[in-house]
């Protein structure tokens, strides 16, 4: 018989060149993989927070579950750590007010033309 880790992983896509495990099945409210297991809870468990426990161990109260990877369907384990709400608010206001490099800046503005003008971005010019 397998263990739920193991059931897990099945409901997962393997991306190799990442060694991501993307879950493949449901999604709670907030776009992260759930899954309900009736033995442990009638309501659904993140599956990030169940792979944890599984794998590494207990969860203080206050705590997350998140991606190194920063790929919010990935479920592998080692790609798994403990952070803060705190700490996740801090990162996202980073990404936010950083600069854009130029690459960054040219693929906005042509995927805002190629929108523009009802074209997809592979007919799209880049300079």
């Known amino acids: 018989m397998k263990s739920l ?5 099945d409901r997962c896509k393997v991306e190799y060149s990442t060694d991501c495990w993307i879950w493949t099945q449901t999604k709670g409210n907030t776009g992260y993989p759930s899954i309900r297991i009736s033995e442990l809870s009638p309501h659904p468990i993140l599956v990030r927070r169940l792979t944890y426990l ?3 161990g207990p969860i203080g109260a206050r ?3 998140s991606a190194k990877c920063g790929q919010q369907l990935c479920c592998n384990p080692e790609h798994l750590f403990l952070t803060t709400r705190e700490a996740v608010g801090r990162k996202a206001l980073n990404i936010a007010n950083r600069k854009l490099t130029s690459d960054e800046r040219r693929r906005i503005r042509n995927l805002f033309l190629a929108k523009q003008h009802g074209k997809s971005l592979t007919t799209t010019w880049h300079p």
Do not use: F, Q
């Open 54 to 56: 599984l794998a590494v």
């Open 5 to 9: 880790l193991e059931r897990i992983k």
């Open 63 to 65: 705590l997350l579950v």
